[in-house]
């Protein structure tokens, strides 16, 4: 299994620009996350998914969209880069079912760079 | 609304002592969940340890220890003989019962440092 796995590792974009960032996971999981993390403020949820179909806001969603058509692939979508989204981007996956189990598995993250 | 707070922003200790990791949350769920989470200078988020609020027992495994005490409202970890490895930023987390799969809040990290 390839676990959780995002593309692209890097990116920049100027202002204004959009662009996609990539998560897909093999291990079935229902759950999917979005998390930024910045310095000195840990990592904070954007956007959460429960199943295919089913999307919600997290922390600080404003500037991203998402949806979920496949259990598979949860994509982030940058509508219009600002600067204020320079960030590294962790997207996590986890089983829903058994509570015992559901622990997220995260991606190695996508640098993204808004000029 | 949940918090997670981890004063202690970088932390610098010499190869084979032990350090001692702060974490202080606050929620006012009954039930919830707290980690740990390692994130090595190769920048992927490792899962440490997960504890619900129900079991307040310690855990061990190897060089690792945490402490979790709900009258305190903390839930800290300690590394003993520290290595060279184990140099990395350390996230705590809180989640409630049923988001821990898809909503979780971290601290803002402690990075450690260990010197050979």
């Known amino acids: 299994n390839a676990g959780v796995t995002q593309t692209p590792k890097f990116q920049v974009l100027k202002t204004g620009q959009s662009m996609t960032l990539q998560c897909a996971q093999d291990m079935n999981h229902e759950y999917m996350s979005w998390y930024r993390q910045d310095p000195g403020m840990g990592l904070r949820l954007i956007h959460y998914s429960v199943g295919a179909g089913i999307t919600d806001q997290g922390e600080v969603p404003n500037g991203y969209n998402v949806s979920r058509s496949t259990t598979e692939d949860f994509p982030l979508r940058l509508l219009s880069a600002a600067p204020s989204q320079t960030s590294v981007y962790f997207c996590?996956?986890?089983?829903?079912?058994?509570?015992?189990?559901?622990?997220?598995?995260f991606g190695a993250g996508t640098r993204l760079s808004v000029l | 609304a949940q918090k997670v707070t981890q004063a202690q922003t970088e932390i610098s200790v010499v190869e084979k002592e032990d350090v001692t990791l702060d974490c202080v949350y606050e929620t006012r769920d009954t039930t919830y969940y707290l980690f740990w989470y390692k994130q090595p200078p190769s920048g992927e988020l490792v899962f440490l340890i997960r504890?619900?609020?129900?079991?307040?027992q310690n855990e061990i495994s190897g060089r690792y220890s945490w402490n979790f005490q709900k009258s305190t409202s903390s839930f800290n970890f300690t590394i003993t003989a520290s290595q060279v490895v184990d140099s990395a930023v350390y996230f705590c987390?809180?989640?409630?019962?049923?988001?821990?799969?898809?909503?979780?809040?971290f601290g803002s990290g402690t990075r450690l440092s260990i010197r050979p």
């Open positions: 987390a809180l989640s409630d019962l049923y988001s821990s799969a898809s909503k979780i809040i």
């Open positions: 996590a996956s986890s089983y829903s079912g058994d509570l015992a189990k559901n622990i997220q598995y």
């Open positions: 504890r619900n609020s129900f079991d307040e």
